[in-house]
């Protein structure tokens, strides 16, 4: 069965130090991945979105960036934090345009 | 901005009652997906719904789909206290590229 694993759980960090969540999806190949960010009690916000290896979609533009290094890696980076950085991360995956999203755990970001 | 917009914002019930939870979107869409997130968790997919389809059982749940009105409805019938959670519709959009737009959800709480 298929899995996704996402690290690490919470994270606090100061204002203007880098940032690198994870995200890894087992049991499947060449999965659609997302990275959508959720603020305090309200929805969620696609970030970036990859259909390949090397192939990033962003939807925001802001102070974050994305990368697949592998075909079931999907990495989001910053290399300065800012306060509006803060919230809650997840990512998640597909396998095509009829299919549901599985969510990983999500990531607690809060900077400082 | 949101594709998808819940309503009711909160809704509070007593257990065994019915719950149910609407959504509009603006844009044409490919499908309609509900998922559920527990507090501070990662979404579960609940139902997904094609846009030619007009009603969806799961279990204790339905999903009705109008695309002319562009609204779907989420009903829980017989709540549980286990069912208290937060609740989003998301599109998946027919405009080309992989997003699937959330909304803000709705937050049910049931009283057991």
């Known amino acids: 069965s298929q899995t996704i694993h996402q690290w690490p759980a919470t994270l606090v960090q100061p204002v203007g130090s880098p940032l690198s969540l994870e995200c890894t999806v087992e049991g499947t190949s060449n999965p659609n991945l997302y990275w959508y960010r959720q603020a305090a009690g309200r929805g969620l916000q696609l970030l970036f979105y990859s259909v390949g290896i090397g192939q990033i979609s962003s939807e925001v533009p802001q102070n974050l960036s994305a990368s697949r290094p592998q075909d079931r890696q999907f990495i989001l980076s910053s290399k300065k934090l800012l306060l509006s950085d803060s919230g809650f991360y997840l990512c998640?995956?597909?396998?095509?345009?009829?299919?549901?999203?599985?969510f990983g755990n999500g990531t607690r970001l809060t900077v400082t | 901005s949101q594709q998808g917009e819940e309503d009711p914002q909160a809704l509070s019930i007593q257990e065994g009652e019915n719950a149910t939870m609407n959504c509009s979107y603006k844009t044409s869409i490919n499908n309609l997906q509900w998922y559920r997130q527990n507090s501070g968790r990662g979404l579960v997919h609940l139902i997904l719904?094609?846009?030619?389809?007009r009603e969806k059982h799961s279990g204790r749940l339905r999903v009705t789909l109008d695309t002319s009105k562009k609204s779907s409805s989420l009903l829980i019938t017989a709540s549980r206290a286990a069912d208290t959670a937060s609740y989003f519709c998301a599109t998946y959009l027919n405009t080309g590229g992989f997003k699937t737009i959330f909304g803000a959800g709705t937050r049910l709480f049931v009283k057991a």
């Open positions: 998640a995956w597909n396998e095509g345009p009829n299919s549901p999203l599985h």
């Open positions: 719904i094609r846009s030619n389809e």
